[in-house]
């Protein structure tokens, strides 16, 4: 698995920025369309962020493990497709979904990930440092989308429980301005990992799922009060969008992530019809992720599409950054 060393960067005010992709391979310029989306959505504010990636590259790994391991994917599926009814639109939302979640069973690549997101994190902040702004005025916000958000959550969780780590909110002082998941599979992988018990590997090393429940992560302040990773924390996700928990406009709350104190959106999503049914159109789209070995095209009426959910919340996102 390659996963790219940390990025260092020169500040050029007191804001930073880092994207986390999801499944699939990313390689330097990859983040360039979103970037300038939302680049084009903060208008010269943007020149006020230094602009980080997180790049891992494990998608073809990934699925030669899952052909090695079939059986505990298929148990991941039947899971999923279990609470869904029998149609065409259930089963190919189970199988996308199972392809998202697939990854994380891999526990080698899930802690090389985690170990990476962290050890850029440590570098934005020093980065900061070095321009002359302490951690407690670094304006630092994180942006993830479908599986980078469990990734997310891992390091972030991480961070709140291991001081050593030096990002630490009420050890370090490192409270990020935002978090904001897009199309977030937490809870979905939360309910999948227990359901699959002794078939998951190392339950105990994801927080998603060993935790009692899932929180925003913090750690005890010197009064025992918690002190969040974030001072805001945001979950977005559309209703056709079976990773953040929706088939065809239903909340399956087994797989919508619903942290407590979290600002949820819930985006109205459309798809084009075939044949008169959105359901056999959405269900197509589905299939075509999975022949192609990664998420859907980007297309109008892709319900995953990255770039649909930062248009879609371009004013929010002005709010938010600015």
């Known amino acids: 698995m390659a996963i790219q060393p940390p990025q260092s960067l020169k500040w050029p005010a007191d804001r930073a920025l880092l994207f986390v992709h999801g499944i699939g391979s990313s390689k330097v310029g990859d983040y360039d369309p979103i970037v300038a989306q939302l680049r084009d959505i903060l208008g010269a504010d943007s020149a006020k962020f230094a602009i980080y990636f997180l790049y891992y590259d494990a998608v073809n790994e990934w699925f030669a493990q899952k052909l090695q391991a079939q059986q505990v994917f298929t148990k991941l599926v039947q899971f999923i497709s279990g609470r869904l009814d029998g149609s065409e639109l259930g089963n190919a939302a ?23 997101m962290l050890q850029q994190l440590q570098t934005i902040v020093l980065d900061g440092i070095a321009a002359g702004v302490q951690p ?7 942006i993830a989308h479908s599986l980078g958000c ?43 990992g227990l359901a699959l018990g002794n078939a998951l590997p190392q339950p105990s090393s994801i927080f998603s799922v060993s935790d009692a429940a899932l929180e925003i992560p913090s750690e005890p302040g010197d009064d025992g009060a918690p002190v969040r990773c974030a001072r805001r924390t945001v979950s977005i996700t559309g209703n056709l969008d079976p990773v953040g928990g929706f088939v065809f406009r239903a909340k399956q709350p087994w797989g919508y992530m619903n942290l407590p104190d979290q600002e ?38 892709n319900p ?14 002005r709010t938010w950054l600015t």
């Not at 891999?106 to 090389?112: E, F, N, S, V, W």
């Not at 019809?273 to 859907?296: D, H, K, Y």
Request: net charge negative; proline share 6%.
């Open 94 to 116: 189970a199988a996308f979904a199972g392809d998202v979640v697939w990854p994380v069973l891999i526990p080698d690549a899930r802690l090389a990930i985690r170990a990476a």
């Open 136 to 142: 407690r005025n670094q304006h630092i916000s994180i």
């Open 150 to 192: 469990f990734h997310t959550y891992e390091a972030l969780s991480r961070m709140a429980t291991a001081p050593a780590e030096g990002l630490g909110p009420a050890s370090a002082g490192v409270v990020l301005d935002n978090v904001i998941y897009m199309a977030s599979p937490v809870q979905l992988i939360r309910s999948s």
């Open 264 to 301: 949820s959106f819930i985006d109205q999503e459309q798809v084009a019809t075939v044949n008169g049914s959105e359901r056999f159109s959405l269900a197509s789209i589905l299939v075509e992720a999975l022949q192609t070995g990664g998420p859907p095209t980007i297309a109008p009426e």
């Open 304 to 317: 995953h599409d990255w770039s649909a959910y930062v248009a879609r919340h371009a004013a929010d996102l």
